[in-house]
């Protein structure tokens, strides 16, 4: 079976950092995906673990533990409009297939 | 975007009615999938399909039937509506390192 679990809702300041956690228990784990979605829009794609450790690409980065079933979205210097929802997403080695946590929301607030 | 289009955008049906959804791809992908989100449940796969005439079920394909009979379009039908398939639905299709790329959605309404 697959279970990921994420935070639903999260608040932060304009300018400050926010982390978003989300764990995994996936058998056949393959690799770890994480999707912005803004409110009445479609999920459009962040980023992609499938090795342990830090990816940086410019404000966000994703990090990945594959012995721990844990990632997190890192978004620095917040802006107003990445006030949204981020969805992590696990896939299985064989299959194709994304299983996808409830999003944590964020709010980020002037 | 992946050129990847859904129709209709927006649908408001009766019980008992069949609803079809479709989903049009312009970039060849084999691998074609329908998810629905629904406040507190995330996004859940209904089916996919991996070539012409190959399809298989998600986690929550009871109700939902689909077909694609040529590699651009992947149908999803609602045999016989109920209140409980109202939801947003999503086609995405898988690209490059296994990456799925989402289409616009189509909101469904069925009183």
């Known amino acids: 079976g697959q279970n990921i679990d994420q935070p639903t809702e999260m608040t932060a300041t304009e300018g400050a950092i926010v982390q978003i956690n989300c764990t995994y228990q996936t058998s056949g784990f393959n690799g770890l995906f994480w999707y912005q979605q803004h409110a009445g829009e479609a999920p459009t794609f962040l980023s992609y673990n499938v090795l342990d450790g830090l990816e940086e690409k410019g404000r966000f980065s994703s990090f990945l533990s594959r012995s721990k079933g844990y990632s997190y979205l890192l978004l620095k210097e917040l802006q107003m409009k990445d006030s949204a929802s981020y969805l992590c997403?696990?896939?299985?080695?064989?299959?194709?297939?994304?299983?996808f946590g409830g999003g944590t929301r964020v709010l980020v607030k002037p | 975007d992946a050129g990847i289009t859904q129709s209709p955008r927006h649908k408001v049906t009766e019980t008992g009615t069949p609803v079809t959804l479709r989903c049009h791809q312009t970039e060849n992908h084999r691998y074609m999938y329908w998810y629905r989100q629904d406040p507190g449940h995330g996004l859940r796969l209904i089916h996919y399909s991996y070539g012409v005439k190959d399809t298989d079920k998600g986690e929550v394909s009871d109700g939902y039937s689909v077909s694609r009979s040529k590699t651009e379009d992947f149908l999803l039908t609602l045999e016989s509506a109920t209140s409980s398939q109202t939801s947003v639905y999503f086609c995405a299709v898988q690209g490059e390192e296994e990456t799925q790329y989402f289409g616009p959605g189509t909101r469904l309404l069925v009183l």
């Open positions: 997403a696990a896939i299985k080695a064989a299959g194709n297939k994304l299983t």
